[in-house]
């Protein structure tokens, strides 16, 4: 009997060796944003869910929303930034600013000596 080829060998089955994945060393370096719905209205009327996870942690925060309009999906990603940090790996961000139709500047964070 032939066992199945994992997912990984399927995908690589002809391209040679693949690659490594990547090691995520510290929170909040790579996150991943998902929309769940629509769902059944609930009592003060969200029918959505934005889930945002971080992979390094598995942390996730699920945002209930009552729109997917883009301005209502940005501000709750602004409230979450604004609350966490901007992710090392994003382009998300690039997406929320050009959203907000405001430039986002990065910067490092101030260590007082």
């Not at 934005?50 to 997917?68: K, N």
């Amino acid at each position: 009997m032939q066992s199945l080829p994992n997912d990984r060998q399927a995908q690589t089955k002809g391209k040679g060796t693949p690659s490594p994945l990547p090691t995520i060393t510290k929170p909040f370096l790579r996150t991943a944003m998902d929309l769940v719905g629509p769902l059944p209205k609930s009592s003060e009327g969200h029918r959505w869910l934005l889930a945002i996870t971080d992979y390094g942690s598995r942390y996730t925060e699920e945002i209930p929303l009552q729109s997917t309009k883009s301005p209502v999906i940005a501000d709750e990603v602004a409230k979450f930034v604004l609350s966490y940090g901007i992710p090392d790996e994003s382009w998300q961000i690039k997406e929320l600013s050009s959203c907000l139709k405001k430039k986002i500047v990065l910067s490092t964070e101030y260590k007082a000596k």
